[in-house]
Nanobody
Framework: QVQLVESGGGLVQAGGSLRLFCVAS????????AGWFRQAPGKEREFVVA????????AYADSVKGRFTISRDNAKNTVFLQMDSLKPEDTAVYYC?????????????????WGQGTQVTVAS
């Protein structure tokens, strides 16, 4: 069993930066793939970025390439999302997820565990 807790969200001006944190409990987290998804009001949850179990492979949505960076520290059971050059359209609740498959995935159905989400608001 893996439990995930996100933090680091908040209000930022367009062009600014935020760093999100996802702290996992459970001894098996280092074998799990991890991802960040987001959901804006009235929209479906969408893929943002993912990393495989050891941090060696990543995948990004086209909308965030070059602006967002995912990384992980398995010794600390933590996944990071560095978000730079933020835009108002990045406003959403951001969710961290973990997949027992260990690979990079953009599909919500491949993730077994989800955090409660953290709000990111980008003001224009």
């Amino acid at each position: 069993q893996v439990q995930l807790v996100e933090s680091g969200g908040g209000l930022v001006q367009a062009g600014g930066s935020l760093r999100l944190f996802c702290v996992a409990s459970g001894r098996t987290f280092s074998s799990h793939g991890a991802g960040w998804f987001r959901q804006a009001p009235g929209k479906e949850r969408e893929f943002v970025v993912a990393v495989n179990y050891n941090g060696g492979r990543t995948a990004y949505a086209d909308s965030v390439k070059g602006r967002f960076t995912i990384s992980r520290d398995n010794a600390k059971n933590t996944v990071f999302l560095q978000m730079d050059s933020l835009k108002p359209e990045d406003t959403a609740v951001y969710y961290c997820a973990a997949s027992r498959y260990g690979v990079v995935s953009a599909h919500t159905w491949q993730y077994d565990y989800w955090g409660q989400g953290t709000q990111v608001t980008v003001a224009s």
